[in-house]
Antibody
Framework: EVQLLDSGGDLVQPGGSLRLSCAAS????????MSWVRQAPGKGLEWVSG????????YYADSVKGRFTISRDNSKNTVYLQMNSLRAEDTAVYYC???????????????WGQGTLVTVSS | QSVLTQPPSVSGAPGQRVTISCTGS?????????VHWYQQLPGIAPKLLIYGNNNRPSGVPDRFSGSKSGTSASLAITGLQAEDEADYYCQSYDSSLSGYVFGTGTKVTVL
């Protein structure tokens, strides 16, 4: 059974940093691309970042480019999201999600973590 | 802001059929990229409902079906049940943004 366990969410001041983690199990982690998707309170879903199975290719939404960094440790079956220069508009529940499919332009998010809340406020 | 537009809400009585539209453009749905659909129950993470325009993952009832034409896609729910009350999102890839995009979301209410 595929399981994704998100953690690391917290209350942080504007301009601060935070690192989210997602521990995966139930599938061959190193051969699967992973992603982060967020949802602001009462709002819709927004794709944030993605990483291929080897960690060699990473992708970001324009809204976080230059501030967030996605990475993975295949020996620990864990994907991370390092968030720097946080802003109030980054406040959201952050979901780790496994990519499903074979072509980057056709990928869906086939399994999701439970989400972890990041609140950016002074 | 979302580049895929959905109606904010749809409603129907138990047993009825409802449809949710997802309107995009030539840089996403119209470019031939697949459309996927997610169901989000209150307070819970989204769940994949339809992938590759019209395919159901194992365990998803055949009451749910998807279609795509031109720059739009649709999700149909037949035999509406109380447990179908949730938010639904479409998703695709956008070549102009070089990233994945979601619809604005639709709340389904069972009357």
């Amino acid at each position: 059974e595929v399981q994704l366990l998100d953690s690391g969410g917290d209350l942080v001041q504007p301009g601060g940093s935070l690192r989210l983690s997602c521990a995966a199990s139930g599938f061959t982690f190193s051969t699967n691309a992973m992603s982060w998707v967020r949802q602001a309170p009462g709002k819709g879903l927004e794709w944030v970042s993605g990483i291929d199975g080897s960690g060699g290719s990473t992708y970001y939404a324009d809204s976080v480019k230059g501030r967030f960094t996605i990475s993975r440790d295949n020996s620990k079956n864990t994907v991370y999201l390092q968030m720097n220069s946080l802003r109030a508009e980054d406040t959201a529940v952050y979901y780790c999600a496994k990519f499903g499919g074979s072509s980057w332009q056709k990928l869906c998010f086939d399994y999701w973590g439970q989400g972890t809340l990041v609140t950016v406020s002074s | 802001q979302s580049v895929l537009t959905q109606p904010p809400s749809v409603s129907g009585a138990p047993g009825q059929r409802v449809t949710i539209s997802c309107t995009g453009s030539s840089s996403n749905i119209g470019a031939g990229y697949d459309v996927h659909w997610y169901q989000q129950l209150p307070g819970i993470a989204p769940k994949l409902l339809i992938y590759g325009n019209n395919n159901r993952p194992s365990g998803v009832p055949d009451r749910f079906s998807g279609s795509k034409s031109g720059t739009s896609a649709s999700l149909a729910i037949t035999g509406l049940q109380a447990e179908d009350e949730a938010d639904y999102y479409c998703q695709s890839y956008d070549s102009s943004l070089s990233g994945y995009v979601f619809g604005t979301g639709t709340k389904v209410t069972v009357l």
